[in-house]
């Protein structure tokens, strides 16, 4: 009787949470004896309010996130936010600050709420309930911070972007191991686990891509560069518009072999590296001719840490099947057509077992065999390439487990892909596409795109938006459309058919003809 009382007063999500903050004492006790973790802290975000989560506050402040969560992300493309900061003043800056909060808002609240929606024994894990809070504090912060008016608020609103950016940086060890901890009590044929953390990582990239951008477009706004042009040195914001094929393939080259000492024992000390050979298709342009680089706009931070990570695990396990010395060669080649740009790193180095194959992209599965261990010797996991791989030097021999699900996501975000083939007892392919158009919007692992490219163009209700009829817009609606970031309009328009037709999958064809031509994206 008394349950259905309950039930009868609060609506089904209040009691979840509710049942959850009654039963927190409960599952500490039980959790203190199950497990050998050590004990946790509360996270450095408890100093920029975040909050208890058995607090009766924080059972009422749960109607605030009401208001965020009903609100769609908005996911924009490369294009959008290369024509938006290419030409930065006072105005833009103040508008780009009050969009960026809003939408990070709206990317926590979302967050926050798929935590609520986890099971209680995965809720309740030290680990998850520290992500948690640092979530809420992270989203209390913004929430309280005032519209950004003037340049000095803005000043103060790129402050606490790098302190959450600071916070940041505990949460994927943090996750690990939590999600390694509560892996065992899931059904093998289940894969919940996988789709959270998915979106997860994706939510979290996207929301430091927001940041890092804004940041960026402040610096070279208070520095005046190239404010008629809006490019300067190649950069709008954290975005490069001549990104180099070439030179990315040879930087993230050189960065693992500064770090390849790590995989060499006493036996292969003093034998050298196995080499790695650069193959550039220019598809018929002579090899002196200026225009022979395949050059596009992207944020080559993101792509630098996929062939790294590809690199690294090549050089690797050819140092792992050949302890004698005699490395075989590692083949980089890279191609190019209008659309895309294409990798391909190829290696000898033994491949993978099939049992292994199987479960390379499921963090649950991964889990359970022990992938993961190595979270629990780090607090922080960086995110520039330069400083994972000074981590990986220091960790020496033990791995993380999770880079090239990371390269994975990271080739998906703009709407490209990453594959990998192997051949037992050979060897592994991997290759990657990359979309140069900046036309793909935000791969954020969500069903629903509420972007404006997708209203403009497509009937409201269609399959591809996923979206139900349009509602009856307020003022308040009107307000929040005003925040968004539009690029001018020929740019909202989507490809012409036949570029719309193009057959963009990972295929030898991708590696073959005279289709490559400069990037459409941005007219020098």
């Not at 030409?87 to 990070?104: D, F, G, I, P, Y």
Request: glycine share 6%; net charge positive; with cysteine.
């Amino acid at each position: 009787m008394l349950s259905r009382a309950i039930l009868r007063r609060f609506p089904r999500q209040t009691y979840r949470l509710h049942t959850r903050a009654f039963g927190l004492s409960l599952y500490r006790q039980f959790h203190q004896t199950t497990t050998s973790s050590k004990a946790v802290e509360e996270p450095r975000a408890a100093r920029i309010d975040a909050i208890q989560s058995n607090s009766p506050y924080h059972f009422y402040q749960n109607k605030v996130l009401d208001e965020f969560t009903e609100q769609p992300v908005n996911p924009s493309t490369l294009r959008q936010f290369i024509f938006f900061g290419r030409q930065m003043n006072t105005s833009r800056l103040v508008k780009s600050a009050n969009w960026v909060r809003n939408e990070l808002l709206v990317r926590l609240a979302h967050r926050i709420r798929a935590f609520q929606q986890l099971p209680f024994f995965v809720g309740t894990n030290p680990h998850i309930e520290y992500v948690y809070k640092l979530y809420w504090g992270a989203f209390e912060s913004l929430r309280t911070f005032p519209p950004v008016k003037t340049l000095e608020d803005n000043q103060k609103f790129c402050d606490l972007l790098r302190n959450l950016l600071e916070d940041g940086l505990l949460v994927l060890p943090r996750l690990a191991q939590g999600l390694s901890e509560s892996a065992p009590y899931y059904p093998p044929d289940q894969n919940d686990l996988d789709l959270f953390l998915n979106r997860m990582l994706r939510s979290r990239i996207s929301r430091r891509i927001l940041a890092e951008q804004h940041m960026a477009l402040t610096e070279a706004c208070e520095h005046d560069w190239d404010r008629h042009t809006g490019f300067g040195d190649g950069y709008v914001g954290i975005i490069f518009v001549h990104c180099s094929a070439s030179q990315i393939v040879q930087r993230s080259k050189e960065l693992v072999y500064q770090h390849v000492d790590r995989y060499q024992n006493q036996a292969s000390a003093g034998k050298g590296v196995p080499p790695i050979q650069v193959d550039i298709q220019h598809n018929g342009f002579e090899a002196n001719h200026s225009k022979n680089e395949i050059s596009f706009a992207y944020v080559p931070e993101q792509l630098e840490h996929i062939l790294y990570e590809l690199l690294d695990n090549a050089v690797r396990f050819t140092m792992r099947n050949h302890p004698e010395g005699k490395y075989p060669p590692i083949q980089v080649t890279v191609s190019a057509n209008d659309s895309d740009v294409y990798f391909r790193v190829s290696d000898q180095g033994g491949g993978m077992s099939k049992d292994r194959y199987e479960r390379l992209w499921s963090y649950q599965s991964r889990s359970q065999t022990g992938d993961f261990d190595d979270f629990k010797h780090l607090e922080k996991v960086p995110t520039s390439i330069d400083g994972r791989a000074s981590q990986a030097s220091e960790m020496g021999h033990r791995h993380l487990g999770i880079g090239l699900t990371m390269s994975r996501i990271y080739a998906e975000y703009w709407g490209g892909e990453l594959q990998v083939i192997t051949m037992d007892g050979y060897g592994t392919d991997a290759y990657v596409r990359i979309p140069r158009l900046g036309t793909n919007t935000e791969n954020l692992g969500i069903e629903r795109m509420s972007h404006p490219v997708f209203y403009n163009n497509i009937k409201s209700g269609s399959s591809i938006t996923g979206a139900a009829k349009k509602k009856k817009s307020s003022g308040k609606d009107k307000s929040k459309k005003e925040l968004r970031l539009k690029s001018p309009g020929p740019t909202l328009n989507f490809l012409p058919p036949d570029q719309q037709l193009l057959d963009t999958s990972l295929t030898s064809q991708s590696f073959s003809g005279n289709g490559w031509s400069e990037s459409h994206m941005i007219q020098s």
